[in-house]
T-cell receptor
Framework: DQQVKQNSPSLSVQEGRISILNCDYT??????FLWYKKYPAEGPTFLIS?????DKNEDGRFTVFLNKSAKHLSLHIVPSQPGDSAVYFCASCCFNAGGTSYGKLTFGQGTILTVHP | DGGITQSPKYLFRKEGQNVTLSCEQN?????MYWYRQDPGQGLRLIYY???????QKGDIAEGYSVSREKKESFPLTVTSAQKNPTAFYLCASSIAGGLQETQYFGPGTRLLVL
C-alpha cells in the first residue's frame, strides 16, 4: 500500500522553462511535506517543505503547493537549469506509531528530472 | 563543517557474512535514522533512534541490527539473515525526531553481494 505516490517516473524540460513535479498521498494524517533532490550515488538534499496549515511555500526558484482536499502537492522550479537535473523525492510526515509520535517520513518513488540546455 | 558521514562508500559482502555500515554526525542531533533505497523505489525506513541507548524498528528491520551507544554514532549491521542486502543505504539525522522536523542525509553506502 503506497501511501505517497509520484506517478511520473521522469520529466524532461527545456532550460529556462518551468518544471512541475507532482506527488499524491493517501493518508489524511500527514501534515508536513518535504521535497528532496538526489544525485546518483549521493544522499538526498533537503529542498523545501510545507506544513498543512499553508497552501504555498516559496524559496527562490522553488515553490511547493499543497492541495489538502485533493491530497496533492507539487514542486515548481522556475526557471529550470541544467544543474537541476536529478531525482526528486517527495516525503510526507507524520505518524503516531503505537502512541509514540515521531517524525517518520514516508517517501514517494522519485521522479527523474532532466533539464536540457 | 557540520554534517553526516557514512563509510565506506562501497561495501562488498560475502554470503553468510555480517557487515557493519558506519554513520557519524556532528550536528548535535538527537535522532538518527537508517534507510534503504532500491532502484526505482523510494527510501524505506530500517531503524531509527531518538535518543542514546534507545532505538526502534522501522518498516523493514528484519535482517538488520543497530546500536546507539553515542549520540554521534548509529552503526547498522546487515546480518546474514538479510536475504537481499544489495541496495543503497542512507543514514539521516534530525534535531529531536519529533513531528515536522527536517531530516538531513549522509552520502550513502552502496552494499553489494559477492
Amino acid at each position: 500500500d503506497q501511501q505517497v505516490k509520484q506517478n511520473s517516473p521522469s520529466l524532461s524540460v527545456q532550460e529556462g522553462r518551468i518544471s512541475i513535479l507532482n506527488c499524491d498521498y493517501t493518508n489524511s494524517m500527514f501534515d508536513y511535506f518535504l521535497w528532496y533532490k538526489k544525485y546518483p550515488a549521493e544522499g538526498p538534499t533537503f529542498l523545501i517543505s510545507i506544513s498543512s496549515i499553508k497552501d504555498k511555500n516559496e524559496d527562490g526558484r522553488f515553490t511547493v503547493f499543497l492541495n489538502k482536499s485533493a491530497k496533492h502537492l507539487s514542486l515548481h522550479i522556475v526557471p529550470s537549469q541544467p544543474g537541476d537535473s536529478a531525482v526528486y523525492f517527495c516525503a510526507s510526515c507524520c505518524f503516531n506509531a503505537g502512541g509514540t509520535s515521531y517524525g517518520k517520513l514516508t517517501f514517494g518513488q522519485g521522479t527523474i528530472l532532466t533539464v536540457h540546455p | 563543517d557540520g554534517g553526516i558521514t557514512q563509510s565506506p562508500k562501497y561495501l562488498f559482502r560475502k554470503e553468510g557474512q555480517n557487515v557493519t555500515l558506519s554513520c557519524e554526525q556532528n550536528l548535535n542531533h538527537d535522532a538518527m535514522y537508517w534507510y534503504r533505497q532500491d532502484p526505482g523505489q523510494g527510501l524505506r525506513l530500517i531503524y531509527y533512534s531518538q535518543i542514546v541507548n534507545d532505538f526502534q524498528k522501522g518498516d523493514i528491520a528484519e535482517g538488520y541490527s543497530v546500536s546507539r551507544e553515542k549520540k554521534e554514532s548509529f552503526p547498522l549491521t546487515v546480518t546474514s539473515a538479510q536475504k537481499n542486502p544489495t541496495a543503497f543505504y542512507l543514514c539521516a539525522s534530525s534535531i529531536a525526531g519529533g513531528l515536522q522536523e527536517t531530516q538531513y542525509f549522509g552520502p550513502g553506502t552502496r552494499l553489494l553481494v559477492l
